[in-house]
């Protein structure tokens, strides 16, 4: 490798030649628009569609090498957070960057705490959905709603009135959620207790029915609580790119994270989960595989919960997984449709059609077995996605805000209609 940084174009239309300089493994798609537009032509442009090969932003937050299997929050390896932290410390990692002091930790802890209580009006809101609502979508329109509560959030360049709406949104988004999965049960929302910690009030909302105090079993907490650290951030995915497109238009974080929900419903992205467990009842039993695994190849199937834009290798969020549901089948005896998923992966991991596409299974692949061993219906799987993934968001939504290099975002495009037609009134047109 010569020290020289840059790359000599040759544009053969022309015969010109241009220096464009490499930064951090980029050329910038701006150098790229000089090419040719001395000739009258509106210079190069570079076309990603789903932006396979093109960097957005500059980002600190966090680090994946998808060949070696690493994922880092703010530089720590996920196996150590998952390991050691809470959740609630991930986030507040995420947001500011560092780990908190015992001081900034309590303060943090408590803030989050007494913001869990969410306006009597949005309960009257989410109320209003049909009964078999999809969690989801209940979820979305909430977390809009939201935002007509708190008008200050728009303040977007205020870093006190940033941090006030950081903090309800990471708080609130378990109220909401619970609520939703209360509501498609046909059960009475449940205030938080803000005796318990985050997990176990989450839990409490989600299962308490008349007992005066739900008395969480710790070890679904704590397992919970490491499938929220797992699943708080992963750099520029489709939910995050969403949040800062979105956020791009300065609008406020309450309408930003509304998108980012929007995006994980899909099952492409968060919604994969729901589709994995979906997937595993349709196979049914292990002598179905072979015939599952021929569809996929003929294109017929997709084997959801496999498969990375990043990773080419076992996705690291996985394997913790993986671990975390025997801790979880402990409690709740073992799901039954884990020796089809164990099965699937066997096979996958040896058959070429997924070696050669370098697929491997991803965080959705063992997630949504423990989801239904802690008894969450699919819908709710999504849901247990978003909440968690927020405080990643929203960490991604500040590093925005507060970028000089950022612009709204607005890509071009290769214009493929007709041009120039000459518009015929209705009349003639039907006469
Ligand atoms: C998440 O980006 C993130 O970081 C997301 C996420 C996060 O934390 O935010 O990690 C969370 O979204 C995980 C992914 C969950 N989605 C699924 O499990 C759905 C199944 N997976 C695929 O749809 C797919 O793998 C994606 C969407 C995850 C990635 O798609 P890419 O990068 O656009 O890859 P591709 O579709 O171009 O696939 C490359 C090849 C294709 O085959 P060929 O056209 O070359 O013959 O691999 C095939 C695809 O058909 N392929 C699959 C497959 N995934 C890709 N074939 C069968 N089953 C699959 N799951």
Not at 145 to 166: C, G, M, N, T, W
Not at 202 to 221: C, I, T
Not at 245 to 272: C, E, K, M, N, R
Not at 287 to 299: D, H, L, S, T
Request: charged share 25%.
């Amino acid at each position: 490798m010569t020290e020289q940084n840059t790359l000599t174009v040759r544009d053969n239309r022309t015969g010109e030649e241009y220096e464009i300089p490499i930064t951090d493994g980029t050329v910038r798609a701006t150098d790229l628009g000089q090419i040719g537009r001395a000739e009258g032509t509106p210079g190069l442009a570079v076309y990603d569609p789903g932006f396979t090969n093109t960097a957005s932003t500059r980002s600190a937050v966090t680090y994946i090498d998808g060949d070696k299997g690493i994922l880092e929050y703010r530089g720590y390896p996920i196996e150590q957070l998952a390991e050691k932290s809470t959740y609630l410390e991930v986030a507040y990692l995420l947001i500011h960057g560092e780990l908190p002091t015992k001081e900034q930790h309590e303060q943090w802890v408590h803030d989050i705490t007494f913001h869990t209580f969410v306006h009597e009006n949005l309960k009257s809101f989410m109320q209003g959905f049909r009964y078999d609502a999809h969690p989801m979508s209940m979820l979305m329109s909430s977390v809009s709603a939201l935002s007509s509560f708190y008008p200050e959030a728009s303040r977007i360049k205020d870093p006190e009135v940033r941090h006030e709406q950081i903090v309800r949104l990471i708080a609130k988004m378990p109220t909401l959620g619970a609520w939703s999965f209360r509501h498609a049960q046909g059960k009475p929302y449940v205030y938080p207790d803000n005796d318990l910690s985050y997990p176990e009030n989450f839990l409490s909302m989600l299962f308490k029915m008349s007992e005066q105090k739900y008395d969480p079993d710790p070890r679904l907490a704590k397992a919970l609580d490491v499938l929220f650290i797992l699943h708080a951030d992963h750099e520029q995915n489709c939910s995050t790119n969403a949040v800062r497109s979105v956020g791009s238009s300065q609008v406020d974080p309450y309408s930003s994270v509304t998108a980012g929900i929007a995006a994980l419903y899909g099952p492409l992205h968060g919604g994969a989960n729901e589709a994995v467990l979906r997937m595993l009842k349709r196979i049914g039993k292990k002598e179905n595989i072979p015939a599952f695994i021929e569809g996929v190849k003929n294109g017929d199937e997709k084997l959801m919960g496999f498969g990375h834009r990043v990773y080419k290798n076992y996705d690291p969020r996985a394997t913790i997984i993986k671990k975390a549901c025997d801790d979880v089948f402990e409690v709740t005896g073992v799901n039954p449709l884990l020796e089809i998923a164990q099965e699937l992966e066997r096979i996958a991991l040896e058959d070429d059609y997924f070696v050669s596409r370098k697929l491997y299974p991803n965080v959705d692949f063992y997630s949504g077995l423990i989801y239904e061993a802690l008894q969450f219906p699919p819908e709710m799987f999504t849901v247990l996605f978003a909440i968690p993934r927020t405080s990643g968001w929203l960490a991604q939504w500040l590093e925005l805000v507060d970028d000089k290099e950022q612009k709204i975002a607005r890509p071009k495009q290769i214009y493929t209609g007709d041009r120039q037609l000459t518009y015929v009134p209705q009349s003639e047109r039907w006469a």
